[in-house]
Nanobody, 125 residues
Framework: QVQLAESGGRLVQDGGSLRLSCAAN????????MGWFRQAPGKDRDVVVV???????YYADSVKGRFTISRDNAKSTVYLQMNSLKPEDTAVYYC???????????????????WGQGTQVTVSS
C-alpha cells in the first residue's frame, strides 16, 4: 500500500512557474512508476508525465519543454516543475503510483492503483 499527498498548487500568473510535490509513504516507492495527471473542469483526467523506475520519462506534447519531473528517493517525493505556465494548464493535478511496466502510450488513469487527493493549479491570464 502506498499513500500519496500532493502539495504546491496555487494561483499563478500566465508565464509563471510552480513546483508541485508528491510525498509518498508506505512501501518503498522507488520500485514504482510515478505519474502526474491533471483534470480540468468538464474534461477527462489526462496524463501529464510518467517516470518509470528505469528512468524512462514520457511527457504529454502539451507540456514538453515546459514541465520536468524529478524524484528524490531519499525523501520518497516526486516533483513536477512547471515553467511558462499557460491558462490552459489550469486543472487539478494528481500524483499516481503503481508497479507499471514501461509502455507507449503510457498507462491510462484507471490502470494506476494509487492516487493522491489532488492539488489545484490555476493560471490567470
Amino acid at each position: 500500500q502506498v499513500q500519496l499527498a500532493e502539495s504546491g498548487g496555487r494561483l499563478v500568473q500566465d508565464g509563471g512557474s510552480l513546483r508541485l510535490s508528491c510525498a509518498a509513504n508506505g512501501r518503498t516507492f522507488d520500485t514504482y512508476a510515478m505519474g502526474w495527471f491533471r483534470q480540468a473542469p468538464g474534461k477527462d483526467r489526462d496524463v501529464v508525465v510518467v517516470r518509470w523506475t528505469g528512468g524512462i520519462i514520457y511527457y504529454a506534447d502539451s507540456v514538453k519543454g515546459r514541465f520536468t519531473i524529478s524524484r528524490d528517493n531519499a525523501k520518497s517525493t516526486v516533483y513536477l516543475q512547471m515553467n511558462s505556465l499557460k491558462p490552459e494548464d489550469t486543472a487539478v493535478y494528481y500524483c499516481a503510483a503503481g508497479p507499471l511496466m514501461y509502455r507507449t502510450p503510457p498507462p491510462k488513469d484507471h490502470q494506476w492503483p494509487y492516487w493522491g487527493q489532488g492539488t489545484q493549479v490555476t493560471v490567470s491570464s
